[in-house]
């Protein structure tokens, strides 16, 4: 696709917010290690949950897609030989791995673009102690992995991806003993924990949870099958929220406010900076006379924060952005990408290892940028173009189709301009 260019423009209007990947992702994996058929309604189709699908179909599950509806016949038995190619999804890679060496299936994993670099040494301690053979090259995914997991403890850090937690989560409760995972450091991410946790308790997993830094995992237990219908996604809303808090209009007509997704503190914090979520009779939006700066701890909601970045750009003050070491090895090193897209625009931010510092400022200028091959940062450089003086240039805003493959067409739903440059 050809660069775009985005005019500024007013962003109003009803949206129905794509469903949770990370309930999609979970609720199809264990429909599938599931006896029976399950059926998984309100799915938002992206690359990432085409992904897992595949993955699962390769790992031995019967999965028929029919528009947002996926329904699943839950494998029989574990396919000896699998191709696993998770396109460019770290949670697919992640909560894969383990589940591969549940029966030892001899499984060859691949993606594209950045997941190669994204860090696996976790499993590749575990690998080393079990005796499981592995082989992988450096900065591309192309990893053979071959062996059997047996039941024990293991020590897990829990400051590098929740991911890892949940893919031993998902694959222990089938082994013949009991096991045991210890937190070595503090939990970052821990909502996406409670996500596992209650998508294993709806299909049949119990789980001992001491406090986070213990789980305790009952041996010999099956997957039950189960219907699920998937909630609407807080990642994705935090692109409209923030365009609400800096001056638009937009009515989300789905959130659930009970929701366990962590991403749902993208409220809080814009209520901290100023912003009042407003209930109406179609859904909840933001309303905010003026953002004020504020500290925002990243390591609880790191897939957020481009698009904080952006709330934090208008907001008066200088804003901080702590914890977020862990922004550097996701789709890209997304501290250093926010930091650019702001600079770019004309905003003051100083970067170090783990934090911004962002100047807000109360007029902005567009320019060219990358999307950096990361579809939350050309939705976060989408929102922010639209209060821009002058047009931004963004490239390859099809990598959007990791996660919203309907974002372009929704923004333009909503009154956003663009145009092909």
Do not use: W
């Not at 690998?127 to 992988?136: A, L, N, T, V």
């Not at 694959?171 to 003993?177: I, M, N, Q």
């Not at 039950?224 to 990642?235: C, M």
């Not at 999307?371 to 922010?384: K, Q, T, V, Y």
């Amino acid at each position: 696709m050809k660069p775009i260019c985005i005019e500024s423009s007013k962003l109003q209007g009803l949206l129905a917010l794509p469903t949770s990947k990370s309930l999609a992702h979970r609720a199809i994996i264990c429909a599938s290690l599931s006896k029976g058929v399950s059926v998984i309604g309100d799915v938002s189709m992206s690359k990432d949950i085409e992904a897992t699908i595949g993955c699962m179909r390769a790992l031995g599950a019967h999965i028929i897609v029919e528009g947002s509806t996926v329904t699943i016949e839950g494998l029989s038995s574990f396919s000896k030989e699998a191709e696993m190619n998770c396109e460019e999804s770290g949670s697919t890679l992640r909560f894969m791995v383990p589940l591969a060496c549940v029966k030892g299936t001899k499984t060859h994993f691949t993606g594209k673009g950045q997941l190669g670099k994204r860090p696996l040494d976790i499993y590749y301690d575990i690998f080393d102690r079990e005796g499981i053979s592995y082989s992988y090259k450096k900065d591309v995914l192309d990893l053979y992995v071959e062996g059997t997991l047996t039941p024990g403890t293991f020590h897990m850090r829990g400051d590098v991806s929740s991911q890892f937690i949940t893919g031993l989560l998902f694959a222990l409760p089938l082994l013949e003993g009991e096991s045991h995972i210890v937190i070595t450091t503090k939990l970052e991410s821990k909502a996406y924990i409670d996500l596992t946790l209650q998508m294993l308790e709806h299909f049949g997993i119990t789980i001992i949870n001491e406090n986070y830094e213990r789980f305790i995992i009952p041996p010999h237990q099956q997957y039950h099958a189960a219907n699920y219908n998937v909630e609407a996604d807080f990642s994705q809303s935090a692109f409209f929220l923030v365009a609400d808090a800096i001056g638009h209009d937009i009515t989300l007509t789905n959130m659930n406010l009970s929701s366990r997704q962590g991403d749902r503190d993208i409220i809080p914090i814009l209520e901290r900076m100023g912003a009042k979520l407003i209930k109406t009779d179609e859904g909840y939006k933001m309303e905010a006379e003026e953002l004020k700066a504020t500290t925002i701890d990243a390591s609880q909601v790191p897939d957020i924060i481009p698009a904080l970045g952006v709330a934090c750009a208008f907001a008066k003050g200088t804003s901080h952005i702590i914890n977020a070491q862990r922004l550097r090895i996701k789709e890209c090193d997304r501290l250093e990408a926010t930091r650019i897209m702001l600079e770019t625009c004309g905003v003051q931010v100083k970067e170090t290892e783990d934090s911004l510092t962002i100047i807000g400022q109360d007029s902005l200028h567009g320019g060219k940028l990358t999307s950096f091959n990361d579809h939350r940062m050309a939705m976060s450089e989408a929102i922010l173009a639209t209060r821009l003086t002058s047009p931004l240039e963004i490239d390859d805003a099809l990598c959007v189709r990791k996660s919203y493959p309907h974002f372009f067409e929704d923004y333009k739903k909503l009154g956003g301009q663009y145009h092909e440059c």
